[in-house]
């Protein structure tokens, strides 16, 4: 072993989990391994049993290992999963979960920060945006999803638009109509619905227990996957880390591209935000897009697309000519609540709540 924790590069929970799941992605451990003893590991890094148990219940969540009475720690994660027998991955299809209630965000909060942009932004309220989104909310955006998401961008790269069935006709005009799409099946009826009034071609990817099914994957000669990683509606399915790195694998091959759609995964019950597609891939084609719509509310409309970086300049030539569709006012608003913290505290208030109702259960 030679992991080693730097006093002041994080937490030193996160250090042990992203060395150790770094081994395992890179096959240090292979499939059915065993990882070494909390005790062991603890020893020689120099931590208590308690942060190394942390770093181990974080690879657990994600699917990169799993507790075995009397056998340790073990790892389930396979790199070639997806491209083995198609006997080795018969899995029942997924059970439509329940809805999960909500702490909705606080009105009060909402109407403070209204009346701060419109007392400190004046007349800037009545400029029109830039085409692209604010600068304000982008960059504020851009700061969000580094310290939650991993995404490390520029603001460029952001795209603010009036929700998600909005940039999905942003994307099919960027990536060509031209092109087969594949979507999972079930999903959310809209992004159906959005390919089909295109009229661009797309085929169903059947969703199993722990993603797309990968008979399907393998076989579809789409250019174009639409997944949504956490909690795909209305199935409630996850994908796990052997088939996030799948997805990966899949879109290295003839210039092919994933959308992610990241809907809902802030209210991860997990101790860690689930890893994003976008920051696991080092191809330079994954599109991430969310929306405000669960966070704060659906009646806001409000969007955004992080694009691969040698996507900017076409967008900008092809498609930089359509107005930002959300007023800017609202922008100021997501920018205030976003740098101010008041974003993420309901975010944090969610998620404890949601532990909360898991522990009665």
């Known amino acids: 072993m030679r992991y080693v924790i730097q006093r002041n590069d994080g937490p030193a929970y996160l250090q042990v989990y992203q ?16 990882l070494p003893s909390k005790r062991n590991l603890a020893a020689e890094t120099g931590l208590s049993t308690v ?9 657990c969540e994600e699917g990169y290992i799993e507790p075995r009475e009397r056998s340790g720690y073990i790892v ?4 070639t999963d997806g491209f083995v027998a198609s006997g080795e991955r018969s ?14 965000f606080p009105l009060s909060v909402l109407r403070k920060t209204m009346r701060r942009v419109l007392n400190d ?14 600068v304000e909310l982008r960059e504020a955006i851009r700061h969000y999803l580094a310290r939650n998401r991993g995404i490390h961008v520029t603001a460029e790269r952001i795209i603010v638009g009036a929700g998600a069935e909005y940039l999905y006709g942003l994307l099919i005009e960027l990536l060509g109509r031209h092109r087969l799409y594949a979507i999972e099946t079930p999903s959310y009826n809209k992004i159906e619905q959005v390919y089909r009034a295109a009229d661009v071609a797309f085929e169903l990817l059947p969703l199993t227990s722990s993603g797309i099914d990968s008979d399907c994957l393998a076989e579809t000669t789409a250019e174009v996957l639409h997944t949504t990683p956490y909690r795909s509606y209305p199935s409630g399915v996850t994908a796990t880390a052997s088939k996030r790195h799948e997805y990966i694998r899949w879109a290295t091959r003839h210039h092919r591209y994933i959308i992610e759609d990241d809907f809902e995964s802030e209210f991860s019950v997990s101790t860690k935000p689930t890893e994003t597609l976008f920051a696991l891939s080092q191809s330079d084609n994954v599109i991430y897009l ?6 704060i509310s659906p009646s806001l409309r409000v969007g955004y697309m992080v694009l691969p970086e040698h996507l900017v300049a076409p967008f900008g030539r092809d498609l930089g000519f359509y107005s930002c569709t959300v007023p800017t006012f609202m922008q100021y608003v997501l920018a205030d609540l976003l740098n101010n913290g008041d974003f993420e505290r309901h975010i944090n208030r969610v998620r404890r709540n949601l532990r909360k109702e898991l522990s009665l259960k």
Do not use: M, W
Not at 51 to 58: F, I, K, N, R, W
Not at 121 to 134: A, F
């Open 290 to 295: 969310n929306t405000f719509s669960k966070t």
């Open 76 to 79: 389930i994660f396979r790199k």
């Open 121 to 134: 932004r004046g007349d800037l309220l009545l400029e029109k945006s830039p085409n692209g989104g604010c």
């Open 91 to 104: 899995v029942p299809p997924p059970v439509r979960q329940a809805e999960r209630s909500y702490v909705e």
């Open 19 to 34: 060395q150790l799941r770094e081994d395992i992605v890179c096959g240090n451990y292979a499939y059915n391994a065993k």
């Open 51 to 59: 942060t190394v148990e942390h770093a181990y219940a974080l690879l």
